[in-house]
């Protein structure tokens, strides 16, 4: 395998990306790849906040401090964000590779290949929100891809709703690749693969509905 992340290949044709990874003893580019994965990740969350998606409780303070003081906070929100973004870009990566390798006799190499593939859908459902928010005004609650907007129909319970708005078609695409790539490479039974893929993110989800619902909590 070559240094190149053939994300479009690994995306849409799977089976061939499938079975040339399992048949390849050494997985060239890895640790490089992973690298630029994460900066990416930054750079997206980085992009983000500077359009102002996220720091809507920096508005609310726009008339009881003064402009430079405000500039400043935006400043530090651009970089906290763009830090968090290395964080999740490194998460992302390295524990669904870590879980699924603990469980299965793959090379670490091989689990981190296999989000390479995850990890841009999660980027670019962040990206396409970007205009969405800047055009409609709409927060990732409300985003048109994920069930925050039903659940803001059905509950008044807040933790629920922000739950139910990290599910979206997005994450449903992420799940599919990762278990298409492990139902394959693993040999394992499809049922025990699809459980392992669907508990690791179900996880993940109640632990950023968790942040984002702590988050929105404080703003208030």
Known sequence: ????????????????????????????????????????????FGISAYFGIGSEYLSKKLTSISREEYELQKLLFMAGQTILGLVFGAIMLFLPALFFWTL??????????????????????KL???????????????????LGTIAQYITGNDFI????????????WAIFIEYKYLKMLTGKNPKIVLLMVIGLNLIIWLFSALVSFIQFDKIL
């Open 1 to 44: 395998m070559n240094n190149r992340v053939e994300v479009l290949r690994g995306l849409f044709n799977y089976k061939y990306y499938t079975y040339k990874l399992r048949d390849t003893e050494h997985v060239s580019g890895v640790w490089k790849n992973t690298l630029l994965l994460i900066l990416l990740s930054g750079l997206v």
């Open 104 to 125: 299965s006799d793959l090379e670490l190499n091989k689990l981190l290949t296999v989000q390479f593939f995850v990890l841009p859908i999660y980027l670019f459902e």
């Open 128 to 146: 396409i929100m970007i205009p969405l928010a800047l055009s409609l005004g709409l927060t990732q609650v409300s985003s048109p891809f994920a």
């Open 161 to 172: 709703i922000y739950f139910l708005a990290t599910l979206s078609i997005f994450k449903v």
